[in-house]
């Protein structure tokens, strides 16, 4: 007598709908405004470099009725682009690397305490951070100096700026202080320590600086228009003031000029752009 068998499958339970997340679909929204906040002035810039000056007095928001690149040529010729980038770069390399270099060999021994009152220093560098900036006494000592109207001198105001500093400070006391001993027991002097080991370990931190400092000097605008008089040592940001005449501005070539003024910048942020995050957020836990 054979016994017949019959499974019986039971039906396949399905996955919970994972609930709706209102908290991720918020941030997101608020994410993409704050997104269109920042891109959208550049997206307006772009629009008004491509319109012709006709075109834009008719309607500055509408787009362009055909694309005028005769304003990035323009722009090149009337602003003097290759003299003045050229000064612009050279002051942005020379100050960015002057400045580097002497704010790792301050910023090590603060951070690390090898100096009296290491503590005082750095507040004081984070009060000066909310101070302006002293111009009356600053023109002055430019003029006792001789260094006033002098590309040497120029670059020199740039090698001061607290931000920087507190950044490497931080970063700094988040290496290992087993290294400095492991160093010093090898016979390892201070400046071969801080040029071949801590130097390569703060590169996140110095990529960081070096961005936020050339950036700052290539749209400084206030500091030549007060210390260079001379063209020949205009940056492209005082030479960009040609585009203002007596009875208006020509807004599309001004505009393709900003967009050309602000490439190389873009590509430096683009290039260093892992180490930025990393450099600022190296120092987040320890203070």
Not at 82 to 105: H, S
Not at 125 to 137: D, H, Q, S, T
Not at 156 to 162: A, G, Y
Not at 172 to 193: N, Q, S, V, W
Request: glycine share 6%.
């Amino acid at each position: 007598m054979s016994t017949i068998t019959t499974t019986v499958e039971k039906p396949q339970s399905r996955a919970p709908a994972r609930p709706l997340r209102w908290g991720r679909i918020f941030s997101y929204i608020t994410l993409g405004l704050i997104a269109l906040i920042y891109l959208g002035p550049l997206l307006m810039l772009v629009n008004t470099s491509l319109k012709s000056m006709p075109d834009f007095m008719k309607s500055a928001t509408a787009l362009p009725s055909s694309l005028n690149l005769d304003n990035f040529v323009e722009a090149w010729e009337k602003a003097n682009f290759l003299r003045y980038l050229t000064n612009t770069l050279i002051y942005t390399v020379a100050a960015t690397v002057l400045y580097c270099i002497t704010a790792v060999f301050v910023a090590f021994p603060i951070s690390r305490g090898y100096v009296k009152g290491a503590g005082l220093l750095l507040t004081l560098y984070v009060i000066a951070l909310f101070l302006p900036v002293a111009l009356i006494p600053q023109f002055q000592m430019m003029l006792a100096l001789g260094l006033y109207n002098n590309p040497f001198g120029y670059v020199m105001l740039f090698l001061v700026n607290p931000i920087g500093i507190v950044i490497l400070v931080n970063y700094i006391k988040t290496l290992p202080i087993e290294l400095d001993e492991a160093a010093a027991m090898d016979g390892c002097g201070y400046f071969r320590f801080v040029t071949s080991i801590a130097l390569p370990l703060m590169q996140p931190a110095i990529a960081t600086v070096a961005v936020l400092h050339a950036i700052g000097i290539w749209n400084e605008l206030i500091l030549p228009t007060i210390y260079l008089t001379n063209k020949d040592y205009y940056p492209i940001t005082r030479g960009m003031i040609v585009f203002q005449g007596v009875y208006g501005s020509d807004w599309p070539t001004l505009a393709a000029a900003v967009l050309i003024m602000t490439l190389p910048m873009i590509v430096l942020f683009l290039a260093l752009q892992r180490y930025i995050v990393s450099g600022l957020t190296a120092g987040a836990v320890k203070g």
